[in-house]
């Protein structure tokens, strides 16, 4: 016990340093990891006491428990990293680029931070070709990251054009969502921005401020490290993740003097500066061809960031881009063709006579789904096809890129596919000349192949090769197969034409209690999903297992603060997929703000008509009433729609739409009863 009461003595002793930024497990927000962020959580847990409590819940588990206090334990022991959020600045760019505000191994923004060559992730005390990770001691025997073989060891050349995550030092010391800016993101710095040379704290450099919002970030003159620091306070030198081409030796960087501001190249060998940037996740544009199936292609490969640009290069069923392509690296053999360890459809190329007869790739092994969301995978045989079949194709080079581009024969929407060639091995190969973009589907004759769209400068034909190779990916998606009205309202929502469960406009449909995804015999408070029994001397009193916002409510004190519902547990999602939502208080608040309203009788049945303010579009929803214990009530006369929205103020009521003949409101209701749904969609794009 003694032993033990010295551990947790030294652990209370124990800061752990945070600056100015977040830190996970500073429970009380004064920059550090330390025991006062212990005891804030023990007299919230002891007594309920909140005072110095700014952010209790360390886990992450959306509650405040025991296990927050383990958390902090371990981090004070070196157990979990106390790990920091780094703070940007969003210049407005039109790439959507956030800038960070400090450098990597700064802690503000005036420090200078650590150095690094290029490709490397961590600082050392001497920078010299000899001590560089990427070459053998000289600047023409390069080892990675190499477009000439007269400047690779042995001849070596892998064509990598920018750092892969594992050798940017970005991405290493700040996490996966940030890496080093590309040769394009710092000239569209440049170029959209004032740059003005000054002082900060007594540290010269450059503040720049854009020209597009305002914002400003500080960029401090650190100069550069050979043996030693050099050029500090009168230039700067920061880091691209692009290297110099053919000049495979050299890199870009941001250089500066106290006159001058540009993007230039220097040895890889060089210390220099890295300020990490991320990207705001952008929605992915797509074209609709009018095709049969309803199928949208993507503007752009897996990877790119413009359609012209040629992406990422993946085998077929992996989803990261890698250095080699050869069935010696690929994922689901066993080290050679023919010995397949995942879908195949004929023994004598599985491994050990292996088969699982999988002819598409699962969601977890497509690299569209893996890397844009679970709405967009790899398109199909049928979808490759129907795409050659209603299109006509045209060789051509945009914005200096050779490619095909296709156009629709139903509607005259275009589609480029850039002719990016293809890897194998360490090689990529007929860049400029050809173009190949994986399908999803196997060769279940011979199923070392999948098939792929293949076009040149003469043809474009559907063909089955190696799945080994590495191949671009052009993502697809099809919009949901239910029909909806646009309303053309200001948020985009889309509302589906029936309620769950309907065949027609007018039909009633299913009827659900609040936050349950299936209808049932009887809607009572005692068979609600969501509301625990305790038992009093005469009375059941029902307390609140999710969802809920006040602790006077919930079942031993319970609150989650979640005032919406999880996907899980909508019956929209449910019933119809992941693009699909019961509507929010504000999207009904939305419909009836623009649109006009009467009540109407369609095909015999009673409802309400909702006429578009804006494109004279038309909804009905009909009075399908409510379900109350084992029976229907007022159908015919009211409706009552679920929103997916919790009533925060009194936590055992949702947000609902009622209606009747002679109003339209929004409201609220007791969640155990069982009203309509009407789903929403809203178009990312």
């Given at each position: ?399 200096g890129v050779y490619g095909r581009l296709f156009t629709s024969n139903i509607n005259g929407e275009t589609l480029f596919i850039p002719a990016s060639g293809f890897r194998d091995g360490r090689s990529l190969d007929n860049v400029g000349s050809s173009g190949s973009i994986w399908s999803r589907t196997l060769d279940v004759y011979i199923p070392d192949y999948a098939y792929y769209l293949s076009f040149g400068s003469e043809e474009v034909i559907w063909y089955g090769f190696d799945r080994s190779r590495g191949r671009n990916v052009r993502p697809v998606r099809v919009l949901p197969d239910h029909e909806y009205v646009n309303l053309m309202l200001p948020s985009g929502t889309l509302w589906a034409t029936m309620n769950i469960g309907a065949t027609s406009p007018e039909d009633y449909g299913n009827y659900f209690a609040w936050g349950e995804t299936r209808p049932k015999y009887t809607y009572n408070e005692d068979d609600y ?157």
């Amino acid at each position: 016990m003694k032993r033990l009461f010295i551990l947790l003595f030294i652990v209370l002793a124990c800061v752990v340093p945070g600056h100015s930024r977040t830190v996970k497990g500073d429970v009380n927000a004064d920059g550090n990891v330390s025991s006062a962020d212990v005891t804030v959580l023990y007299n919230y847990l002891l007594n309920n006491e909140t005072s110095g409590m700014q952010n209790g819940d360390v886990d992450g588990d959306g509650y405040i428990t025991s296990g927050d206090v383990t958390f902090v334990y371990n981090i004070l022991l070196g157990i979990e990293p106390a790990e920091e959020e780094h703070e940007y600045v969003d210049m407005g760019l039109p790439s959507g680029t956030l800038w960070a505000t400090t450098n990597v191994g700064a802690d503000k923004p005036e420090d200078y931070g650590d150095y690094f060559a290029w490709g490397e992730t961590t600082p050392k005390d001497v920078y010299d070709w000899n001590t560089y990770q990427w070459c053998n001691g000289t600047y023409n025997t390069i080892t990675k990251y190499c477009a000439n073989s007269s400047h690779g060891y042995n001849g070596f050349v892998d064509y990598m054009a920018e750092l892969y995550p594992e050798d940017d030092a970005a991405t290493a010391n700040w996490g996966a969502e940030w890496c080093m800016p590309s040769k394009e993101q710092i000239q569209e710095l440049q170029a959209n921005c004032t740059w003005e040379w000054t002082q900060r704290n007594n540290v010269d450099g450059y503040l720049v401020t854009s020209n597009l919002n305002g914002a400003t970030l500080f960029f401090p003159a650190a100069g550069y490290y050979k043996n030693s620091p050099t050029a500090v306070g009168t230039r700067g030198y920061y880091w691209s993740r692009t290297h110099y081409g053919k000049t495979s030796y050299l890199a870009y960087n941001l250089l500066f003097s106290t006159t001058n501001v540009g993007c230039g190249t220097d040895g890889r060998n060089f210390g220099r500066s890295v300020r990490p940037v991320r990207v705001q996740e952008k929605e992915h544009e797509y074209v609709d061809l009018g095709l049969p199936s309803g199928t949208l292609w993507s503007k752009t490969n897996v990877g790119a960031e413009n359609p012209e640009d040629y992406g990422d290069y993946f085998a077929w069923g992996e989803t990261t881009p890698k250095e080699n392509y050869s069935w010696s690296t690929y994922q689901w053999c066993n080290g050679s063709y023919g010995q397949m360890t995942k879908y195949c459809t004929q023994s004598s190329y599985g491994n050990n006579g292996f088969t699982d007869n999988k002819t598409e790739l699962d969601p977890e092994d497509d690299a569209a789904t893996a890397n844009w969301g679970e709405e967009w995978c790899m398109p199909s045989n049928d979808q490759v096809q129907e795409l050659m079949n209603n299109c006509t194709t045209m060789w051509m080079t945009r914005n200096g890129v050779y490619g095909r581009l296709f156009t629709s024969n139903i509607n005259g929407e275009t589609l480029f596919i850039p002719a990016s060639g293809f890897r194998d091995g360490r090689s990529l190969d007929n860049v400029g000349s050809s173009g190949s973009i994986w399908s999803r589907t196997l060769d279940v004759y011979i199923p070392d192949y999948a098939y792929y769209l293949s076009f040149g400068s003469e043809e474009v034909i559907w063909y089955g090769f190696d799945r080994s190779r590495g191949r671009n990916v052009r993502p697809v998606r099809v919009l949901p197969d239910h029909e909806y009205v646009n309303l053309m309202l200001p948020s985009g929502t889309l509302w589906a034409t029936m309620n769950i469960g309907a065949t027609s406009p007018e039909d009633y449909g299913n009827y659900f209690a609040w936050g349950e995804t299936r209808p049932k015999y009887t809607y009572n408070e005692d068979d609600y999903e969501w509301y625990e029994p305790i038992e009093f001397a005469s009375y059941y009193l029902y307390m609140i297992t999710k969802y809920c916002t006040n602790s006077d409510y919930g079942y031993d004190g319970f609150v989650d603060n979640k005032t919406e519902l999880d996907a899980e547990d909508d019956a929209a999602t449910s019933y119809w997929g992941p693009e699909w939502r019961m509507p929010s208080n504000d999207q009904f608040q939305e419909l009836i703000d623009n649109c006009a309203t009467e009540w109407t009788t369609r095909n015999g049945v009673n409802g309400r008509l909702f006429t578009s303010n804006i494109n004279g579009a038309t909804l009905f929803l009909p009075a399908a009433g409510y379900r109350w214990g084992g029976g229907y009530h007022n159908t015919g006369s009211y409706g009552k729609y679920w929103s997916r929205t919790l009533s925060v103020d009194y936590t055992y009521s949702a947000g609902y739409l009622f209606f009747d003949s002679g109003s339209v409101k929004c409201d609220g209701h007791a969640r155990y009863h069982g009203h309509s749904v009407r789903a929403v969609y809203v178009p990312q794009n």
